[in-house]
């Protein structure tokens, strides 16, 4: 029993060895990345097109929830650009933005993705995120970036804009150009050159005027803080409010409150197909981020947990006030950088933002959307790289035509249809390929004992046997295939007396390809040609001995490929 309730709280393991030193690094870790996630928080709100105090509810239960429940020790849970556009593409279809309506519905959006989440986790379902696609999710995150820095565009010219596609946004930033305010556009661009020099220019800076690379990272960390406080000063003296400049205004000075989900049928029908692609999309994106930093610290990542961690996080969400929420690349990294030791500082920091939302939402309140605007528009074009484009088609015309229609999808008709397009497209890529498994006729390298392929090797052969490799479980999508290859082959060669499947790479033979090879061997016994099988894998076989076919197949089940050239070369 301690052992199982370990597995589904590693605090239990972690805490066991926590010491001084490593709260000290967890401190230093929390502190970094709250200076990082204040204004984040508040932009990434704004993106879902909440009032800003959500983003920071968001970031504040959940992350404690994380670091009870979760197996990465840099994983920073909480708002992210993606998820935050796609719970406004979601819940924008339900409830007008601004209405009480609006905040339910993304509380439901959240508890919604939550249970999805931790049922996939309590049944041991984290490998159905394979199912989507390296190549799906670039073209997905490429086109969501686009669409999320157009989105924000508005408000860096002080315009209203609307639309979720790419059409839609460009002819409601066109239609709306004549009414942009000159003083917000100033605001907006000044925020968004210096956050874009700080990312790239600050440190180097920094170090060269004999600043410590420690100091030097959280000064530059922390330039999107330095861009809140200037722009906020600035249109409180100036009281940039009264020519046009819209601000934060108030923020509730308060921790977050409880809430509760709409549990009716309808608004539940409504999201549920959103929140399984926020779903989906939110553990992909937090796997890869946890995988990759723990690789690098030789850490391992249990993705079923992962999922239960997560599922806890937006069930956190759904009761405090926040929306959909998950772990965040350009934050984890931060964590990571900062030398964050376990989960704890995920707590810290969540203890850091409860301050946060208790003391200091008062001196927002003159804080200029553009600025916000602006830091979202930095952060996101980060994500884009149409560079895998060129890639992709100089590696991989599936790929490359996977990446280019999510992309063309996603922006054409939005992040739903995008990621609902891209999940079928990886399912669909994935069947094509294994529904035509590589078969290679392969024959003997000269003074070796290996085979290889007849059409890239110069190999000896024999004309009475054929050889050939099967590089593909057999299931019922391809055993068709392998059946018409072989009477392909073999029909028109009447010198053919036997034939060799070599299983090296078979891992699987399902019952229609168990009944394809008894029909393979029937035509070949028709005939008179003998089916032999090498190289067939311990369960493969455990599997063939539960069935007839090897006692009908007439032929031998050699150990290896070299053993069955030897008996039947010269029969």
Known sequence: MPRTLARYLPILTWARSY????FSQDMVAAVIVTIMLIPQSLAYALLAGLPPEAGLYASILPIVLYALFGTSTVLAVGPVAVVSLMTAAAIGEVAAQGTAGYATAALTLAGLSGAILLGLGLLR???LANFLSHPVIAGFINASGILIALSQMGHILGIKTSGHTLTHLLHSLWSGLGTFNLITLLIGG???AFLFWVRKGLKPLLLNLGLGPRLADVLTKAGPVAAVVVTTALAGVLRLD?????????VPQSLPPFTLPDTSLDLIKALILPAVLISIIGFVESI???QTLAAKRRQRIDPNQELIGLGAANLGAAISGGYPVTGGFSRSVVNFDAGAATPA?????AVGLAIAALALTPLIYFLPKATLAATIIVAVLSLVDLSILKRAWAYSGADFAAILTTILLTLGFGVEIGVSAGVILSIALHLNKTSKPHVAEVGLVPGTEHFRNIKRHSVTTCPSVVTLRVDESLYFANARFLEDYIADRITEDCAVKHVILQFTAVNEVDMSALESLEAINTRLKAMGVKLHLSEVKGPVMDRLQRSHFLQEMGGTVYLSQYEAW?????T
């Open 19 to 22: 010491t001084r030193e490593t």
């Open 125 to 127: 379902l984290g490998f």
């Open 190 to 192: 000044s925020a968004a």
């Open 242 to 250: 009264t020519q046009g400049v819209a601000i934060v205004g108030t």
């Open 288 to 290: 890869s981020v946890a």
């Open 345 to 349: 500082a995920g707590a810290f920091t």
């Open 566 to 570: 030897q008996a039947l070369r010269d």
